[in-house]
């Protein structure tokens, strides 16, 4: 009976960042969970992720949708409907990191961040609102981070950009829950991805890291699986605008 909550059988999943780190263990996680998975990826040409969720009985295709490309992102989830009939479950599970100090932080850079972080969120959000609402259901999960709440440090524009993209889920959500939509939020804490690889390579910040988390080590893109299944599915029918941590206890402390 329990169990029931959680299948995604005959759902429709459209997933960003799918290609690597959290997003691709994501996608896998709602795969084995049931839903046939749409990728949107800017490399067509890589087939791996695809080739593993078809390997769990799926159907997965790849949607182009480079991310810098506003015209692209507007297509994507015309075209998951398009190729599989409908969206249920839209995953913004890609995003950028930029490191300087602010001072030197350049437009560009600033610009790019947003841009894919919180403006490309809000745009297929506002597609896959455009499909869900009127056909009263839909699960929308974007990822937000510890720097929805924090500042960080050398980080301007992600912090900015991901407490934009917390504000959005609320915002969306107040308006959608009562249309049977559900939009949340993801809080990664820190996750051993590429995203992180110059802070795990720096000694000193990677103890100091270790030390703050409660759990006592980096999060691994499987802890995502869990979380992503819940919100996609009927066990979180009830849930709407909600930031669900997934750190190692680091907001606790
Ligand atoms: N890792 C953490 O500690 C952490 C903490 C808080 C929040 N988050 C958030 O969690 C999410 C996943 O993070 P992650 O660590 O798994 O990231 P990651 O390993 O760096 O992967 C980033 C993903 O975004 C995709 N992407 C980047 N630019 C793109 C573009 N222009 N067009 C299409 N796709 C693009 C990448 O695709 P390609 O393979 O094509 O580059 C890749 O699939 C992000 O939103 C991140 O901000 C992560």
Not at 78 to 84: R, S
Not at 102 to 122: G, H, P
């Amino acid at each position: 009976m329990a169990n029931h909550l959680f299948q995604l059988d005959g759902k429709i999943a459209a997933v960003t960042g799918g290609t690597r780190g959290i997003g691709r263990s994501v996608a896998l996680g709602l795969a084995e969970a049931g839903a046939d998975i749409a990728l949107l990826q800017r490399n067509p040409s890589q087939l791996d992720v695809k080739e593993e969720i078809e390997e769990l009985g799926r159907t997965c295709h790849i949607i182009d949708c480079d991310l810098k490309d506003t015209d692209q992102v507007k297509e994507a989830i015309p075209k998951v409907v398009e190729n599989f009939g409908k969206v249920d479950i839209l995953v913004n599970a890609a995003g950028i990191q930029r490191r300087s100090d602010a001072v030197d932080f350049s437009e560009e850079d600033w610009d790019e961040v947003i841009n894919i972080n919180l403006k490309t969120t809000w745009i297929l959000c506002q597609q896959a609102g455009r499909f869900m609402v009127p056909n009263q259901g839909g699960k929308i999960i974007n990822f937000a981070s510890l720097l929805s709440y924090q500042g960080g440090i050398r980080v301007p524009a992600y912090a900015a950009s991901k407490g934009g993209v917390s504000q959005l889920t609320k915002a969306l959500s107040n308006e959608w829950a009562s249309q049977g939509v559900n939009v949340n939020s993801i809080v990664p804490g820190y996750i051993a991805t590429d995203m992180n690889t110059a802070l795990i390579n720096d000694e000193n910040r990677n103890q100091q890291i270790l030390d703050r988390i409660p759990a006592g080590d980096w999060g691994k893109p499987e802890d995502f699986i869990g979380a992503a299944i819940f919100l996609a599915s009927d066990a979180s029918n009830y849930v709407h605008g909600h930031q669900l941590a997934v750190d190692g206890g680091w907001m606790g402390r």
